[in-house]
Nanobody, 123 residues
Framework: QVQLVESGGGLVQPGGSLRLSCAAS????????MSWYRQAPGKERELVAA????????NYADSVKGRFTISRDNAKNTVYLQMNSLKPEDTAVYYC????????????????WGQGTQVTVSS
């Protein structure tokens, strides 16, 4: 079955950086677009970034444009999220997932949600 294991989160001060990794297995990784989501306490899960199966195109939430970069290594079945200039409002649990649908603004995830990795931005 689809397995997604996020790592790389931690505590960082405002303005700092983190690089998240997501190791994927149980499906043909290179055939699927991938995504990063986040969920803060009391809020719904939101899409942060997405990348096409070959890595040729990306999409970002307005709140992270210019600060976050999604990338992937299909040989390693891994997707990354480089997070720079972090702000307190970036504090959340971050999850990755494959996308079964990505047509315009319509997006659907393929796998179950994993444990995610906690990112805390605080001074």
């Amino acid at each position: 079955q689809v397995q997604l294991v996020e790592s790389g989160g931690g505590l960082v001060q405002p303005g700092g950086s983190l690089r998240l990794s997501c190791a994927a297995s149980g499906f043909t990784f290179s055939s699927y677009a991938m995504s990063w989501y986040r969920q803060a306490p009391g809020k719904e899960r939101e899409l942060v970034a997405a990348i096409t199966s070959a890595g040729g195109s990306t999409n970002y939430a307005d709140s992270v444009k210019g600060r976050f970069t999604i990338s992937r290594d299909n040989a390693k079945n891994t997707v990354y999220l480089q997070m720079n200039s972090l702000k307190p409002e970036d504090t959340a649990v971050y999850y990755c997932n494959a996308l079964s649908v990505w047509v315009g603004t319509t997006i659907a995830t393929m796998g179950d949600w994993g444990q995610g990795t906690q990112v805390t931005v605080s001074s």
